[in-house]
């Protein structure tokens, strides 16, 4: 109980140089912005001032009073390449925007939402502490009410800063577990930019009572679909009503909570064939009046799993797609509307059905789009080269900030019928790793007991999908027991036997059967691809031309095809991308794509398009 305190007390008040910051509530991100009758929102994305705090003197200085000799700075957009000086700096940077707030917000509760700073920030509004949070690439929100100026302009203030960590997820600067002899120091294979990545929104819902979260599960009775809804609403709520498909279900509510069962007849399955979304509409009412009203979408289907296959409504489904990345050059990690329409374009032509959010969850748009195009998810939290050993206060930290991640990805994800399997870490490492002849060590218990309670968390959040966590070369296969799915990455004929992708194919083979027959589940290998330098040929296969690549998939894919229990084979990477500087890593790029990083064709995207196309 007294540890409970202690967390309670820290999570809610954290005090930074006698100002209070509270702790992001994840409650609060439940329901993305939605402007109707009822709530309003207001988009702050935009040209923001902006100001570099290298000596960390902003907070003592008080520049949450207003920035003064500032630049201007695009968001969403990393700040490292929008200017030539902050290409590397990941040390702390500051964000101003001013904003009037409508009066016709007035009496409603208004909120501040951040899609993603990577890594940590702060908020001060009108020079007033309000809260502070810990992760990239998940949103965070807090209350304003309070502390808005009504009939004058208001300040918005967001520190951010990227320092690289061992105690952080992902983790970086510390030289011991390096993936790479690499700068700046990340300990995992991407650039790590720094900033505002998503929108910043302000948002209202109604004060009195207000709909708080929609929990959508599906399944099917016979033809029928069978759909319950849970509701939590804040506030005086007492009574409401659900309508999807022209059904209607009066809901009432006690402690806040309200639940649903809906019946469809004859329901239409979401499928990537048939993507179709159903529109959910919650209201709640006082007597004959409306008082707040939310609509959200749905895809009825369901996702299981048996020894080797993965089914989709109870029919076996094969994972055709990527690994990728957000990342543009410019935007670095920030959001790019256009470069998300054109990767789902892409995805269509090459005859694609799904991608995993390699290495942390993507923008919400993104999950929107891949549920509208019947784009199939694997969402991964951003624990990428996560390892179990070294400094017990930084493990400790580390597995609480992943338990928090996968807190805030299901509350964010969870009704997006494309999401089907969650994925709680990339390529977690193990003290020793056999990367040569692929015998698998066994992990260590602390990783074993770390990974076992990110698995039992997910499990007891949301247990309608699968879960997996992927697998590293020559990592520990006791690991691969752990999720519904066991994913590998796999780079034979790369990072071992280089140049010998006949070679690389014999021990992929060999040592797919030996993985099935321990783990006893479904396969996908999430990652197999070779560095690729667009425009580089060779009469015979060679090592970075575009006949190596090629020659690499279709032995991987034929390999796939000669076995009953591979589920998916996502090739890395989708689109070439920004890594941190390394000798293997020419021009600071990862050329794996099999389109370049302004997403333009390589020889294997056409093989891709042949092959994949032939099999929709
Ligand atoms: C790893 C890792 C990727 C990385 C890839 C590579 O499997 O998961 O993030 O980019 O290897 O080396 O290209």
Same mark, same amino acid.
């Given at each position: 109980?007294?540890?409970?305190?202690?967390i309670?007390?820290?999570?809610?008040s954290?005090?930074?140089?006698g100002?209070?910051?509270?702790?992001?509530?994840?409650?609060?991100?439940a329901?993305f912005p939605?402007?109707?009758?009822? =709530?309003?929102?207001?988009?702050?994305?935009g040209?923001?001032?902006?100001?570099?705090?290298s000596?960390?003197e902003?907070?003592?200085?008080?520049w949450?009073?207003?920035?003064?000799?500032?630049r @201007?700075?695009a968001v969403?957009?990393?700040?490292?390449?929008?200017?030539?000086?902050?290409?590397d700096?990941?040390?702390?940077a500051?964000?101003?925007k001013?904003?009037?707030?409508?009066?016709?917000?007035k009496?409603?509760r208004i909120?501040? %939402?951040v899609?993603s700073?990577? &890594?940590?920030a702060?908020?001060?509004?009108?020079?007033?502490?309000l809260?502070q949070?810990e992760g990239?690439h $998940?949103?965070?929100?807090?209350?304003?009410? @309070?502390?808005?100026?009504? #009939?004058?302009?208001?300040?918005?203030?967001?520190?951010?800063?990227?320092i690289?960590?061992?105690?952080?997820?992902?983790?970086g600067?510390?030289?011991a577990?390096?993936?790479?002899?690499?700068?700046?120091?990340s300990n995992y294979?991407?650039?790590?930019?720094?900033?505002?990545?998503?929108?910043?929104?302000?948002?209202?819902?109604? @004060?009195?009572?207000?709909?708080a979260?929609?929990?959508?599960?599906?399944?099917?009775?016979? #033809?029928?679909?069978?759909?319950?809804i849970k509701v939590?609403?804040?506030?005086?709520?007492s009574?409401?009503?659900?309508?999807?498909a022209?059904i209607?279900?009066?809901?009432?509510f006690s402690?806040?909570k309200?639940?649903a069962s809906?019946? *469809?007849p004859?329901v239409?399955r979401?499928?990537?064939?048939?993507?179709?979304?159903?529109?959910?509409?919650v209201? $709640?009412?006082?007597?004959?009046?409306?008082?707040d009203? &939310?609509?959200t979408?749905?895809?009825?289907?369901t996702?299981t799993a #048996?020894?080797?296959?993965?089914l989709?409504n109870?029919?076996? *489904?094969?994972?055709k797609?990527?690994?990728?990345?957000e990342?543009?050059p410019?935007y670095g990690?920030?959001?790019?509307?256009?470069?998300?329409?054109?990767?789902?374009s892409l995805?269509?032509?090459?005859?694609a059905?799904s991608? =995993?959010?390699?290495?942390y969850p993507?923008?919400?748009?993104y +999950?929107?789009m891949?549920?509208?195009?019947g784009i199939?998810v694997?969402?991964?939290?951003p624990?990428?080269?996560?390892?179990f050993?070294?400094?017990?206060?930084?493990?400790q930290?580390r597995?609480?900030?992943?338990?928090?991640?996968i807190?805030?990805?299901?509350?964010?994800?969870?009704?997006h019928p494309s999401?089907i399997?969650?994925c *709680?870490?990339?390529?977690?490492?193990p003290a020793?790793?056999?990367?040569?002849?692929?015998?698998?060590?066994?992990?260590?218990?602390?990783?074993?007991?770390?990974?076992?309670?990110?698995?039992?968390?997910v499990?007891?959040?949301?247990?309608?999908r699968?879960?997996t966590?992927?697998g590293?070369?020559g990592?520990?296969?006791?690991?691969?027991?752990?999720?519904?799915?066991?994913c590998?990455?796999?780079?034979?004929g790369w990072y071992?036997?280089p140049?010998?992708? %006949?070679?690389?194919a014999?021990?992929l @083979?060999m040592?797919?059967d030996?993985l099935h027959?321990?783990?006893?589940k479904?396969?996908?290998?999430?990652?197999?691809?070779?560095?690729?330098y667009?425009g +580089?040929?060779a009469?015979?296969?060679?090592?970075?031309?575009?006949?190596y690549q090629?020659?690499?998939?279709?032995? &991987? $894919?034929d390999v796939?095809?000669?076995?009953?229990?591979?589920?998916? +084979?996502?090739?890395?990477?989708?689109?070439d991308f920004?890594?941190s500087q390394?000798?293997m890593?020419?021009?600071? *790029?990862?050329?794996?794509?099999?389109?370049?990083?302004?997403?333009?064709?390589?020889?294997a995207?056409?093989?891709?398009?042949?092959?994949w196309?032939r099999k929709?």
């Open positions: 109980m007294k540890s409970l305190l202690t309670l007390f820290v999570c809610l954290v005090q930074m140089n100002q209070d910051f509270r702790t992001a509530n994840t409650e609060d991100i329901l939605q402007q109707n009758e009822f =709530r309003n929102t207001l988009d702050l994305s040209i923001w001032k902006f100001k570099k705090d000596l960390a902003g907070e003592k200085q008080q949450f009073k207003g920035l003064s000799d500032y @201007s700075i969403p957009g990393s700040w490292n390449e929008q200017f030539d000086d902050m290409r700096y990941l040390a702390m500051w964000y101003e001013e904003t009037y707030i409508p009066a016709s917000w009496g409603q909120f501040i %939402r899609g700073a990577n &890594y940590a702060k908020i001060w509004v009108n020079g007033q502490p809260g949070h990239g $998940l949103p965070f929100a807090f209350e304003i009410s @309070s502390l808005v100026n009504w #009939n004058a302009s208001n300040r918005i203030t967001i520190q951010v800063e990227n690289l960590k061992p105690d952080r997820v992902p983790t600067g510390d030289v577990t390096g993936l790479f002899n690499n700068f700046p120091k294979d991407f650039f790590p930019y720094a900033g505002l990545h998503r929108a910043v929104w302000l948002y209202t819902v109604p @004060s009195a009572a207000a709909i979260d929609v929990a959508i599960n599906t399944g099917f009775t016979g #033809n029928d679909g069978a759909v319950e939590v609403a804040h506030g005086k709520a009574q409401g009503r659900i309508s999807i022209g209607q279900a009066p809901i009432r402690g806040g309200a639940t809906i019946k *469809i004859n239409r979401w499928s990537p064939e048939d993507p179709f979304l159903y529109t959910v509409d209201t $709640l009412t006082e007597g004959n009046k409306t008082i009203h &939310y609509t979408e749905t895809g009825v289907r996702i #048996n020894s080797k296959q993965i989709l109870g029919k076996p *489904i094969f994972l797609g990527f690994g990728k990345h990342d543009f410019i990690r920030g959001t790019a509307y256009p470069v998300m329409i054109k990767d789902f995805f269509k032509w090459i005859g059905n991608f =995993r959010t390699s290495h993507y923008d919400e748009e +999950m929107r891949a549920d509208r195009e199939l694997i969402d991964e939290i624990a990428v080269g996560l390892y050993h070294g400094d017990t206060a930084q493990l930290r597995q609480s900030v992943c338990h928090q991640y807190n805030e990805l299901i509350t964010r994800d969870k009704n999401v399997i969650w *709680i870490a990339n390529e977690p490492f020793k790793v056999g990367l040569t002849s692929g015998e698998e060590k066994q992990g260590d218990d602390q990783a074993l007991v770390s990974l076992k309670t990110l698995f039992k968390q499990k007891t959040l949301d247990s309608s699968l879960t966590l992927v590293v070369m990592g520990p296969s006791d690991w691969l027991t752990l999720g519904d799915v066991t590998v990455n796999r780079y034979w071992t036997n140049g010998d992708v %006949r070679a690389g014999a021990m @083979s040592e797919l030996r027959q321990k783990v006893q479904p396969v996908i290998i999430t990652e197999f691809g070779a560095d690729t667009p +580089m040929h009469e015979q296969p060679e090592m970075f031309t575009e006949e090629t020659d690499f998939i279709k032995a &991987y $894919l796939a095809d000669s076995k009953d229990f591979i589920a998916g +084979m996502h090739v890395w990477a989708f689109a920004k890594t390394a000798i890593r020419f021009g600071g *790029i990862n050329y794996k794509g099999v389109f370049t990083r302004d997403r333009k064709p390589k020889m995207a056409h093989y891709l398009r042949q092959r196309a929709n």
